[in-house]
């Protein structure tokens, strides 16, 4: 996948939801020299505290997450918000 310049577009962005700091590194620094804008989160919680604010292009979630919902229940419930309809 290749991001759109930012003559064509807005920068996009990512979300990375992952409990493990060197995955969240690995993917933040590979992203963002891909072009992307990047936010890492451990959590559910966080995620859902910093999607109250802002709506990614794409989430990247870790299926087993501590601390709350799993990755799947955190995409259903950012599926339902209606300002979600374009997060892949």
Do not use: H, Y
Not at 71 to 80: A, D, I, S, Y
Not at 82 to 88: C, E, F, K, L, P
């Amino acid at each position: 996948m290749e991001p759109r310049t930012d003559q064509q577009s807005a920068r996009r962005s990512i979300l990375v939801v992952d409990g493990d700091l060197q995955i969240q590194r690995l993917l933040d620094l590979s992203l963002r020299n891909a072009g992307f804008e990047v936010k890492t989160v451990a959590n559910a919680p966080e995620a859902s505290a910093w999607l109250a604010n802002a709506c990614p292009d794409l989430i990247v979630s870790e299926t087993k997450l501590e601390g709350g919902d799993d990755g799947f229940e955190l995409c259903r419930q950012v599926k339902k918000r209606t300002d979600a309809a374009n997060i892949a």
